[in-house]
């Protein structure tokens, strides 16, 4: 059986955890990693700025609960996109990747998930997709110097929403700290993308995946691309995972919710309830979880 380790998005938790309770919170439902989170709130961005002793608390936190964090999900730059007409908004998103490095090397981790938009507020252009990838290949510089990995995550949105995408940006910008971060509702709710293909020409590009429900966009529908309960969706996720098996990958795989950050009414039990079904899933395709440390 092929083993792969299981994470949990940190906003499926109550946000009104410590940092240990919410690493042992992890543990106790069965997750062998939490995925951190710097999107655009405030709050959250203000993580970048975190003093060295703010970082040797959230490390004291991991070390003593035996916990890591695989992934940092920097969504901070739709609010400051890369691509952007203003030049000040593109050095401030600049200035946030250098940040974000610099804290993964302090927390230990390997992997920053980059939210594939070109620009998110602003108008797309030809001009926004050339800053991007101007801007896009200085971060990816920047994070090679530090033996960080940059993995682009295929999106709600048009602009880089195929793991094909994401490979012809790496034809222009070679480096094997840019990779993919595969979300399989995102891939599965675009009717011109062939998953399973997909899959199968850039799996070597593929560093970790997302598990998550989506509803498909058709021509009169946008897509619902979050807060889809797991197999309500349009996402073949037995045919998926069991592709994945076939092509050997050992990455991870993290479940997607936002139960905590929406303040559900049970968000514990409904991140139970996706865990029963994706043990089910896994057990059915042939994937053996990792052990949990504790």
């Not at 060295?52 to 695989?70: C, G, H, L, P, Y």
């Not at 938009?117 to 997709?129: A, L």
């Not at 807060?227 to 069991?242: E, Q």
Request: with cysteine; charged share 30%; net charge negative.
């Amino acid at each position: 059986m092929t083993e792969n380790a299981l994470g949990i998005y940190e906003k499926a938790l109550p946000q009104d955890l410590t940092w240990k309770e919410k690493f042992e919170l992890v543990h106790q439902l069965g997750f062998n990693f939490l995925e951190f989170s710097i999107d655009e709130s405030d709050e959250r961005l203000a993580r970048l700025d975190w003093t060295k002793a703010q970082r040797a608390e959230f490390r004291d936190a991991m070390w003593v609960t035996n916990s890591r964090i695989n992934t940092m999900m920097l969504s901070g730059h739709r609010r400051y996109p890369l691509g952007s007409k203003d030049p000040k908004i593109r050095q401030k998103s600049l200035e946030m990747m250098a940040k974000a490095i610099d804290l993964a090397v302090d927390l230990g981790i390997h992997n920053i998930q980059m939210a594939g938009y070109d620009v998110y507020y602003e108008d797309k252009t030809m001009m926004s997709r050339e800053l991007y990838v101007e801007n896009l290949a200085k971060c990816v510089h920047m994070a090679a110097k530090k033996m960080v990995m940059l993995s682009i995550e295929t999106m709600d949105d048009p602009f880089l929403n195929s793991i094909e995408k994401i490979a012809e940006l790496k034809s222009q910008i070679h480096s094997p700290w840019l990779q993919a971060y595969p979300d399989l509702g995102n891939l599965s709710a675009w009717p011109e993308n062939y998953v399973p293909v997909d899959f199968e020409k850039h799996i070597d590009n593929v560093a970790a995946v997302h598990l998550k429900d989506t509803k498909a966009v058709t021509p009169t529908f946008k897509g619902q691309f979050k807060n889809v309960p797991f197999g309500d969706g349009c996402v073949d996720f037995a045919g998926l995972l069991k592709e994945l098996v076939r092509l050997d990958y050992n990455g991870s795989y993290t479940i997607e919710m936002w139960t905590g950050d929406n303040g559900d009414q049970d968000p514990i039990d409904e991140v139970k309830e996706a865990k029963r079904y994706f043990d089910n899933l896994f057990n059915e395709v042939g994937i053996h979880q990792e052990p949990v440390q504790k």
